[in-house]
């Protein structure tokens, strides 16, 4: 069976790009994203967190683009995204094994609601072991960069990749999902032809079938078309509520994507899906959308958060210590 005719698949496609795509009119903008390397190697749920990391690099203030050169490990070459998976390749390692819950939050079944006091926690009930809880933490460690990073009692490279990849996890809205199904993870069904479950079908078959369907499994051209749609296009009135987190604490923030990722997993991720079933078209073009969103928020709030973290001039996001 063919997934989309060749008719079908240009129309959708017309569709999608007809609502989402613009030209991308800011020169400086195409100079800062035109820089970023393509990444070298892809795998296992990479994509997402490669994608966010790119777009938050393209709107790091001069200065902050040093800062995170800085932290990162030579052979990154300044790339934040090339080392944004990096969490999730070491979290089975016995000595990275106490950082698995924070990659996630489990809220109750059916509730739709997330509250930090209540649900960032591990499955032991220990406090902040969560990924909300750890923004915050390896946020507040990155606000020690300005002592000097000898001076530091952290481990400055490590908070930077673990801030970055959390920021991409908690956008993603089955990261904030139901306990007794570990976000989807154990609801086991087929997407189109291939065996799947629901967290995986968010964390990757979304994006890897548009990557199939419209962009010649060109990350760069998805990449152009997400950054597009909030310069200069449907998402660009929404970028400032998105990114404004002034005066309060980041903890407020935080938990605000939170309660948007459950909000969208009730609605979208959970919606309609049962064990043993086939999502396909239906389910990729409604979702679609969602996720481009997600990882451009993501992206966004993460330039947001190092701008205010290393840059002098912007300096003044309340941190939780
Ligand atoms: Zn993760």
């Known amino acids: 069976m063919i997934r989309l005719s060749k008719k079908r698949e240009m129309g959708s496609m017309e569709s999608y790009r007809g609502s989402v795509r613009l030209i991308f009119s800011g020169y400086f903008l195409l100079l800062a ?3 970023i390397s393509v990444p070298r190697a892809q795998g296992w749920s990479k994509e997402g967190h490669i994608l966010t990391c790119q777009i938050a690099q393209g709107l790091l203030e001069a200065e902050v683009v040093e800062a995170v050169k800085s932290l990162l490990p030579e052979y990154a070459e300044g790339d ?3 080392l944004c998976t990096w969490p999730d390749q070491i979290r089975h390692w016995y000595k990275y094994r106490w950082t698995s819950p924070l990659h996630f939050i489990n809220t109750p079944d059916g509730a739709c609601s997330y509250v930090y006091s209540r649900d960032c926690h591990d499955q032991n009930g220990v406090k902040d072991m969560c990924v909300a809880g750890g923004i915050q933490n390896y946020t507040s460690q990155l606000s020690h960069y300005t002592e000097g990073t000898s001076e530091s009692p952290y481990n400055l490279t490590e908070a930077l990749l673990f801030l970055s990849h959390f920021v991409g996890d908690i956008h993603q ?9 570990e976000g989807g993870n154990t609801i086991e069904l087929r997407w189109f032809r291939h065996k799947s479950n629901l967290h ?7 994006i890897l079938t548009a990557l199939a369907d419209y962009y010649d499994k060109d990350m760069s051209l998805l990449l152009q078309d997400i950054v597009a749609n909030f310069t200069d296009g449907i998402w660009s009135d929404d970028v400032s509520s998105w990114k404004r987190c002034n005066n309060v604490q ?9 309660v948007e990722s459950i909000k969208l997993a009730c609605e979208y991720g959970y919606e309609g899906v049962e064990a043993g079933q086939t999502l396909s078209d239906d389910y990729f073009n409604s979702r679609l959308p969602i996720v481009m969103k997600r990882i451009a928020q993501g992206g966004i709030r993460l330039a947001m958060i190092l ?9 003044g996001l309340a941190l939780p210590i």
Not at 250 to 258: E, F, S
Not at 307 to 315: E, G, K, L, P, T
């Open 33 to 35: 994203f035109a820089s």
């Open 80 to 82: 934040l995204s090339s």
């Open 173 to 181: 809205p089955m990261h904030v999902g139901f306990t007794s199904d």
């Open 200 to 206: 995986h079908v968010w964390d990757r078959e979304i």
């Open 250 to 258: 980041l903890r407020t923030c935080v938990n605000k994507y939170a």
């Open 307 to 315: 701008n205010r973290v290393f840059s002098d001039s912007q300096r």
